[in-house]
């Protein structure tokens, strides 16, 4: 029996109406109903006046240790597997964004659970000595009181190769106590949304401060007003968005941008001993795979150590075996034309090299697209097309090939580790120095912890106004005080 659902691509507060148009998506017996709005220049400004009215009228005073809990409510619901929400999130976004569905329901699973309480709490003590300042005025230990000021009004510009990274962005937010405009992506337009219907089911006022559309990138008639009603605006995406969006924003206003960036895995001989170098091949293959490479956090190119039980050409071949059995157990999304094309550009690429006697080796799979490795017998830095594509460099010490990172330190994220502890710090120290702003676990690249600083950044301090009252102010102030002798 086909069951038909109607799902609101978007939300904004219950007071405004929208016209909306519609698509169609099948997905087995079920049909959706995907509505989308249509929105004017008008209904932006409405819009962005309203959300800002509903937190001077609730969000602004409500105590900060409330948010977080409010927040965690609507977290706990989302750890239930059998929450409809999350049950409809695991169906309908590996249809919208292409991603495998067991992927999917992982990643969202993994990810969701970064913003329990527990979590936000570290996140709050980790930025600010006293959390409580975003509420009142605290002492400083060196005299005098302080408080923390969020923006009235957050434009949050979202990028959409990633689900579920929008969360992160509204609940920074929510912990500065701002309102907020949130653009969708066309190609992911729904977690965002159905995490704030979550937000309302726990607090209907609190949700009352939160938009969220979907509109085409670049439509002035939107964007002007969006910004205009803003104090700050967050814009993630490619270094074009990030430019363009930029250019729209008038001296004085905040922006905090958020564009490309490439990270690299590093593996050293202590991960490639007869125990290890299975697990640290498997680990990066999923580093790789995850979503399909589309996350600034991802490895486009590894340093593989010489003087291991394997050669760095070894490694390759397996890694290139390990891809083949990681997308037969979890596809890559379908490509378009121009994505496929690049993929096949760079393989010819290398193997032209390849026939020119470069020292290069290229293995990818058969059939389509579906993955890439290509194996340099020099150390170096390439970035790729994404989609599953690798290099792997060969060196004799990790210290040295770290060199060949320094020329991109603008655009460098993170590092991947697998080396022996004694070799933390030394590479750490080297990689800092070179750009590298996050060092995690093989593994572990796209899951960065609570509290990370984001491009080597802070989060929420960034998003904050301090006041400062200075210490002697109270004290000559007592002499005002009718009672005071």
């Known amino acids: 029996m086909s069951i038909t659902v109607e799902v609101k691509v978007y939300r904004t507060p219950i007071t405004i109406e929208l016209k909306e148009r519609e698509e169609i998506i099948e997905c087995g017996e079920s049909t959706f109903v995907m509505k989308y709005p249509i929105i004017s220049g008008e209904d932006m400004k409405n819009i962005a006046s309203l959300v800002k009215f509903n937190r001077s009228a609730y969000l602004a005073s409500m105590p900060i240790a409330q948010i977080v809990e409010k927040i965690d409510l609507a977290v706990q619901k989302w750890l239930n597997p059998d929450y409809a929400l999350r049950r409809l999130a695991e169906k309908l976004v590996p249809v919208v964004t292409g991603y495998d569905e067991e992927m999917v329901r992982l990643e969202v699973k993994r990810y969701i659970r970064t913003f329990r309480k527990k979590e936000l709490l570290r996140f709050l003590d980790e930025e600010f000595d006293q959390p409580a300042m975003l509420d009142e005025f605290r002492p400083r230990k060196t005299g005098g009181m302080s408080r923390a000021f969020g923006p009235e009004s957050i434009f949050h510009v979202f990028s959409g190769n990633v689900p579920g990274v929008q969360i992160w962005s509204l609940i920074m937010g929510l912990l500065v106590k701002s309102a907020a405009i949130g653009k969708t992506s066309m190609s992911e337009p729904l977690l965002p949304v159905l995490f704030a219907q979550s937000l309302a089911e726990v607090d209907e006022r609190l949700a009352e401060t939160i938009a969220i559309l979907p509109w085409k990138g670049g439509t002035n008639e939107l964007e002007e007003p969006a910004i205009e009603e803003s104090e700050v605006v967050i814009v993630y995406g490619s ?42 091949i ?19 190119s590894v340093y593989v150590e010489e003087g291991g039980a394997i050669s760095p050409k070894q490694f390759a071949q397996m890694l290139a075996a390990e891809m083949e059995r990681y997308h037969k157990k979890k596809p890559r999304a379908k490509l378009s034309d121009e994505e496929a094309m690049s993929i096949q550009r760079f393989r010819n690429q290398y193997q032209l ?37 690798i ?61 990370w600083h984001h491009d080597g950044g802070f989060n929420l301090l960034d998003l904050v106004r ?16 009718p009672d005071v002798e």
Request: proline letters at 5%.
């Open 282 to 300: 498997h680990k990066l293959t999923e580093d790789i795979s995850v979503y399909d490479q589309q996350s600034c956090l991802t490895p486009q």
């Open 466 to 481: 301090i006041m400062d009252i200075e210490r002697n102010v109270e004290q000559e102030l007592e002499r005002f005080d």
């Open 391 to 451: 290099h792997v460099f060969s060196t004799e010490s990790l210290e040295d090939a770290a060199a060949a990172i320094k020329p991109y330190q603008q655009f460098l994220q993170s590092c991947g580790l697998a080396v022996s502890p004694n070799r933390l710090f030394i590479l750490a120290d080297l990689l800092g120095s070179y750009g590298v702003n996050r060092i995690s676990t093989i593994g572990e690249m796209n899951r960065a912890k609570p509290g």
């Open 353 to 389: 090299e390849a026939l020119n006697n470069r020292p290069i080796s290229v293995y990818f799979s058969s059939m389509d697209t579906s993955w890439t490795v290509i194996f340099h017998e020099e150390a170096g830095f390439a970035g790729t097309p994404l989609n599953r594509s």
């Open 239 to 280: 270094q074009d968005t990030v430019e363009k969006v930029k250019e729209k924003v008038p001296n004085g206003k905040r922006v905090l941008s958020y564009g490309h960036k490439i990270s690299f895995a590093m593996v050293g001989r202590e991960a490639l001993t007869p125990d290890h170098y299975y697990e640290s």
